[in-house]
C-alpha cells in the first residue's frame, strides 16, 4: 500500500481543516441538546403550576460581558494572523476576563437574585418554569468553563510561542467554540425573554 506524502503546508490546512470540522460537529451536538431544551419549555408551559417572573436585570449585564468576550477573541485571532504573540496573550486573556465576568454575573443572577426571589430549582416552593431556567444557564455555564479552560490552554500555548503566522490553529479552533457560545447565550436570552 503506497503512504501518501505531504508538504508542511499540506499538513498544517489538513489539520486546521479537520480540527474545525470536529468542533463543529461538537457545536451542532450542544445546539441539538439546547433545541431538544427548548422545545421541552414550550411543551411545559401549558402545564399547571407554571410561573411567570421576570429574568433578572444582571442577565444583561452578562450578555453585554459575553459579546464583548468575542469582539476580544476577534482580535485575539487578528493578532495570530499578524503573528503578534503578545496580542494575542492580552486578547485571550482580556476574552477570559469577561468570560469569567459573565459566569460571575451567570451565578449571581441563580443562585443569589432568583433564590432571593423564590424561584427554586428543588424543594418546597420550586416549579417547572423556575427548573427550566436553572438547568438552561447552568448548562450553558457548564460549557463555559469548558470555554474557559481552553481560554487557559490556548494562553499557556501562547506563551511558550507555539503559534505562528503559519499555524494558529488552536486559536481558530477556540475561538470557533467561544463564538459559539456566544450565540448560543444570545438565542436562549432573547428566548427566555419572549417566551416566559
Known sequence: MDTVSYTVQEELQLKRKNNKTLMWIA????????????????????????????????????????????????????????GNNQGIKL???????????????QYHALFTILFD??????????????????????????????????LLFTVFKASRNKYTKEDYTGIEVCSIYWHFLDVLWVYLFVFLLLIR
Not at 401549558?46 to 459579546?67: A, K, N, Q, R
Not at 468570560?99 to 454575573?105: I, L, P, S, W
Not at 428543588?122 to 463555559?144: D, P
Open 27 to 82: 457545536n451542532a451536538a450542544i445546539v441539538m441538546m439546547f433545541a431538544a431544551l427548548t422545545s421541552a419549555y414550550l411543551v411545559s408551559r401549558s402545564t399547571d403550576g407554571w410561573m411567570f417572573f421576570e429574568l433578572p436585570t444582571v442577565f444583561w449585564y452578562s450578555t453585554i460581558f459575553i459579546v464583548a468576550s468575542s469582539i476580544t477573541m476577534i482580535m485575539a485571532q487578528r493578532s495570530a494572523r499578524l
Open 91 to 105: 486578547w485571550i486573556w482580556a476574552t477570559f476576563l469577561l468570560g469569567g465576568a459573565f459566569a460571575y454575573t
Open 117 to 150: 426571589s423564590g424561584i427554586y430549582f428543588t424543594g418546597k416552593g420550586s416549579n417547572i418554569s423556575g427548573q427550566f431556567l436553572y438547568f438552561i444557564a447552568i448548562f450553558h455555564l457548564v460549557h463555559l468553563t469548558a470555554g474557559l479552560l481552553s
